[in-house]
């Protein structure tokens, strides 16, 4: 690979194990952030926070599947990350979200979760965004944080607009439940 020095959240070929530990954290992490609106409004904010965090590094499957290996030492000294992390791909998985449940917010969560994922690795270089073009191979690092907080700020607005019709629907069935 070849990580951008100015990001200081590179995982370590020396130390596999604590670098894959440290990945699902901080992609667990980010995970969460750019649809805690989402998770804050919901019924099930533990289920769909936990949903999140696992969901965060989801997308480092791909790496499982291009080593033909669970070595994480094999994982960690690849040449690049596979052309699943890009633009692209996040795409067709928020689109496939979309198909299988009919639920967009859905989609967008799974689409939101997986871009973060794609904005972190790609700060540290060795990502195709925009495959099947060759470059660029990663992006700067502010696109990381800028990016998240974007996706936070959408799923804020979403989460305004679904709350208000979902707190009437229970009130109304508040008052039928007591009889009014
Ligand atoms: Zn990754």
Redesign the pocket.
Known sequence: MSPYSAWPFLSDPNHPFLSAVW?VLI?GGIGVLCVAPLIWRSDHRIRYAVLAFVGGSV??VD?FIAAGSLNLHTIETMSG?PAT?SFGFVIVLGVLTLLLTRRWIAAWAVFAVNLT??L??AAGGGVQVLYPLAHPVGLPWLACPIGTLALFGVSAVLAGGLSRPRRLDRSRQGVAHVGW
């Open positions: 990945a992609h997308l480092d790496h990350r992390h994922h794609v972190f690795d």
